[in-house]
């Protein structure tokens, strides 16, 4: 009755739609900051016919706010850890009769078939789910749940071209799987069978987080990539920890398993990115990190092993897992063939390890299951060699927050969002990948900042291409979309695009090669000057524009923009018509008592449950996407179709005159088919020589004529035989660019780098970096260095940074920094790390002259992160992060290590970090910046023969004022100046009167006022 109250204080359908609108949005957690746009997507106008049969949960009366479930009572993260084939054997048997009406039936078998899923049965217009999918989802989609008349069966539904808002709900925000199980006609023998069912239902894909293809709500930013980990399970068993933890039966660390190889194999669907990777147990969290999988898959025998180590260190990153059965038989490298893409070329079967191999099998099985059949068409697989690139660990990637900020996990803030100029997707997402990945190839890095320096050489070269750039789309994405057999002739004019713009940007590196080479190089020309006049012209060499362009002509001239853009904005109405129709079904829904209290405009028309079939016979939607001369048989029948409107209006003028009715024109309707109508005075007239009419009113009436439902049918099979038409040209078009796909990837991915290269030179030059010189040797030297985003912070609020230089390696290869607290050592760790990395990536960096060393991998200890849950105190976090840089730093590593010990008595901690010192400096023999309080720890490493002593200061004024002094200067300062910052902070007078005088008393010879 509520819905009822409401719909009678509104008058129009237009308010309607309003209260639509809300009862879909209502009961979101305050929390969660769902935008779910009502209109989602354009295929909604396939829905308007079915509608009308009468599922329509989310539109039906007191659906509005009746949620019980409350968002945080539903279990979040993991997907129910069934395995993905759970439940088969509750099957009902084949002579089992069904206890529930047959379409409940096929959804419970559904249900059972795939345990692990919410599934979502299609009936009719509807999504619809069932049972305790309904009561336990149904709530926190805002969707009511209700049984039908007579029926114990819950069920909760939406209509059918809302299912990417849905999908976004359960699969992007719950990490839970979706079954989709559409309709399937039945042919006449199965009719039978299904108690004369129209339709069988047939689950056609399985959506996890880590199988999106082509969703909307998918970031475009990021890759989505579904990652599989094969750890020899047996091997870790038998082989024990390495060392056993004394006083617990428990394994801590990763670093105390067995050193076993571990295989990955990830995928990306939505650009077909696939990829491998040995590793081991000790470097695997590191390198999970750096993927940054949306979902991982793991043999189900790890389900019996939740203790494991490996297992809760993923799920303490709060990484989405999904058990798998592992394969009867296992895949075999050629069994990948067939869901690849076409060109084999790349697939060097000698480059994978067993653990590589097994991973990749589990992986595609995994996604053949969730495809249910449809084919996949992945990259060839390349296998990662972890020693050509900079290993970032786990805690670096967030304690430098390259990605993402430490605090609160946001973009703002971070090494890429400060960095982040790229005018393109998946240039963003080369990017990200290279920040992550930094390279450990001198030449490429190298031909990386050639590139750099040649757009800043040639500001309008790359002023140019970003314009162009700007207007291209994402290929990988799209033609991915294509290989899966969906893309719709949008994405082919998209695509096209793109092939013309990356022609215009091939014609811009050419002629600014060509250009470049015309002048001779002067006589001081030096070595890197000849490799950087060529940068431009390798990388032009690499587009493959023929076939392509032939493909982006053909789409030009085979689809009508403007016939597309006039489809859209139909679409759009008929979406619009969609929501007043579902109000029409509402009215139906309701009772007879119901009914009588909504206001009249708004009752149901007697016909409104007839469907708004619209014919294509009046001509109104003449709409065409493709022009006539896309193919011959276009031509042909577009021909017939002029031929045939031609004659339609000669019969209605030749009718107009016999009859003498000038207001008579032909049409067809729903529910009358084809008719002439006509109207005002001539009514009269025609109704003297027309005796039967089939439909009249005062001032109208409409009636049947031979001639015109004869030349109406024809009308109507030439413009559904177009259709056809149009619906094969666009088949062939498609197949054409699965052909093209290696090419178009192969462009794309030069595009990526321009864009990348671009992004890095308008980055050099707002904010002053210089390009750095990479050697092979083990030093850093870095003058006037500078943190990129601690400076741009600071910027924000008119405030200078104050640079310095980290000359640290062959003599000092250990720097020990102290001083007072916010002086700034740690920035100074960070900004030295981040300098390496970006040098590696191929950035120019933020200094005014750095020569680096190649690093292999760089390690943070930074900031104390605990981990209570995982019963892991902040010390033990602190010595589990330590543990893992004294195990893995090498001589060419660059540690940064920020008051290690400090979790601890200042005794022990002491301890802790001069034992971490003495192997840094004796053991590891890496690089390494450390900053500490404990100033005891300069006079016990004095004979370290390679470690410097540096500080930071305060400066006080005769005023009593002071202020930090940022630049680092050789020594040791042994004053914290904490009560400074304490002050500062606002701590109550009265508590620091105590503490100024405690301290006096435990140092006599501090300063009397110390604050
Ligand atoms: N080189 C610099 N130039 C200007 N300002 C700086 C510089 N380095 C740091 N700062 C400012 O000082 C603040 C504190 O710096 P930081 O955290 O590095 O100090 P710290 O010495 O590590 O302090 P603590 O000992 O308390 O950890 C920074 O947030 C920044 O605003
Ligand atoms: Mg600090």
Known sequence: MMLIDNVARRSSIKALRLICTRTVHSGQHPSKNFSYPLLASRPAARALKPLARCYPSICRRGAKTKSTVEFDDLSLGDLPQASITAGLEKRPGKDEVPEYPTVVQQARNNMLKFGHCVVLTRVGGFYELFFDHAETYGPLMNLKVSKRKGSAVPMAGFPAHQLERFLKILVQDQNKSVAVSEEIPNDASKKVKSGELKFDRKVTRIITPGTLIDESFMDPWKNNYLLSIHVDHEALKSLGPVQDTPGTDKVPSVLNLPRTEVGLAWVDLSSGDFLTQSTDVASLPSAVARIGPREIILDSSFKDQRESRIVSMLQEDGYVITYQEPLGQKLALADWIPMLEDVIEDFDTTNFSPAEVAAGGSLLHYVNTQLQGSKARLQAPISHQPENFMSIDRNSLRALEIRTTMRDGRQEGSLLHTLRKTVTK?????????????????????????????????????????????????????????????????????????????????????????????????????????????????????????????????????????????????????????????????????????????????????????????????????????????????????????????????????????????????????????????????????????????????????????????????????????????????????????????????????????????????????????????????????????????????????????????????????????????????????????????????????????????????????????????????????????????????????????????????????????????????????????????????????????????????????????????????????????????RVAGLPEEAIEIAARVLSQSMPTHPSKPY
């Not at 009508?560 to 129709?581: K, N, Q, T, V, W």
């Not at 002593?949 to 940022?966: I, K, L, Q, R």
């Open 426 to 982: 998946s240039g963003t997402r080369l990017l990200i990948e290279r920040l992550t990945e930094p390279s450990m190839s001198l030449p490429v890095i190298n031909d990386r900042l050639d590139l750099v320096e040649e757009m800043l050489e040639y500001p309008q070269l790359q002023q140019d291409l970003v314009i162009q750039l700007r207007r291209t789309f994402d290929t990988l994405r799209l033609v991915q979309k294509f290989s899966f057999g969906r893309g719709d002739a949008d994405d082919l004019v998209e695509l096209s695009k793109t092939i013309f713009r990356t022609t215009d940007i091939a014609n811009l590196v050419t002629e600014h090669s060509s250009s470049r080479n015309a002048i001779p190089l002067n006589a001081e020309a030096t070595e890197a000057d000849t490799r950087r006049r060529g940068c431009l012209s390798s990388l032009s060499n690499r587009f493959d524009l023929v076939s392509p362009m032939k493909l982006a002509t053909r789409i030009l001239e085979a689809i009508d923009e403007d016939g597309l853009s006039e489809r859209h904005r139909l679409e759009d109405d008929e979406e619009s018509a969609i929501i007043e129709m579902a109000q029409e079904v509402l009215g139906q829904e309701a009772g007879e008592e119901d009914l009588k209290q909504m206001p009249k405009k708004i009752r149901p028309k007697s016909n409104a449950i007839a469907p708004s079939f619209k014919s294509a016979t009046d001509g109104r939607e003449d709409i065409w996407i493709m022009r006539r001369s896309a193919s011959k048989s276009l031509t042909k029948l577009h021909e017939a179709l002029d031929h045939l409107t031609r004659q339609k209006t000669e019969l209605e003028s030749s009718l107009k005159k016999s009859l003498s009715a000038e207001s008579l024109t032909l049409k067809w309707t729903p529910n009358l088919g084809h008719i002439c109508h006509v109207k005002g005075k001539d009514v009269a007239r025609a109704a003297a020589q027309i005796a039967k009419s089939v439909s009249s009113t005062k001032s109208t009436r409409s009636f049947h004529l031979p001639e015109w439902t004869h030349l109406g049918t024809q009308l109507d099979e030439t413009r559904f035989r177009i259709r056809s038409e149009e619906t094969r040209a666009l088949g062939d078009l498609r197949a054409e660019v699965v052909q093209n796909l290696v090419k178009l990837r192969r462009n794309a991915a030069v595009l990526d780098e321009l864009d990348v290269a671009c992004s890095f030179a308008v980055l050099a030059l707002e904010k002053s970096l210089v390009r750095p010189i990479l050697n092979s040797g083990t030093t850093h030297n870095i003058v006037g260095g500078r943190h990129p985003v601690v400076e741009a912070g600071l910027g924000d609020q008119g405030r200078n940074f104050t640079s310095n230089d980290c000359a640290v390696g062959d003599d000092e290869r250990v720097w020990l920094i102290t001083g007072p607290n916010m002086a700034g050592k740690s920035t100074f760790l960070r900004q030295n790390a981040l300098i390496s990395i970006l040098a590696q990536t191929g950035s120019f960096v933020p200094a005014e002259y750095a020569e680096i060393g190649l690093v292999d991998k760089v390690f943070s200890r930074v900031g104390s992160a605990d981990n209570l849950y995982q019963d892991q105190s902040t010390f033990m976090v602190e010595m589990l992060e330590t543990a893992q840089i004294l195990k893995q730093a090498t001589p060419r590593s660059f540690v940064i290590m920020d008051e290690v010990g400090r979790g601890t008595t200042p005794e022990d901690g002491v301890a802790v970090g001069y034992a971490c010192l003495h192997h840094l400096h004796n053991v590891n023999q890496c690089r390494a910046l450390f900053a500490t309080h404990f100033h005891a720890l300069a006079d016990m490493t004095k004979d370290f023969e390679s470690l410097g002593c540096y500080c930071t200061d305060v400066a006080e004024e005769p005023d009593g004022t002071f202020s930090y002094v940022h630049r680092l200067r050789k020594g040791v300062n042994r004053q914290s100046h904490a009560l400074k910052v304490a």
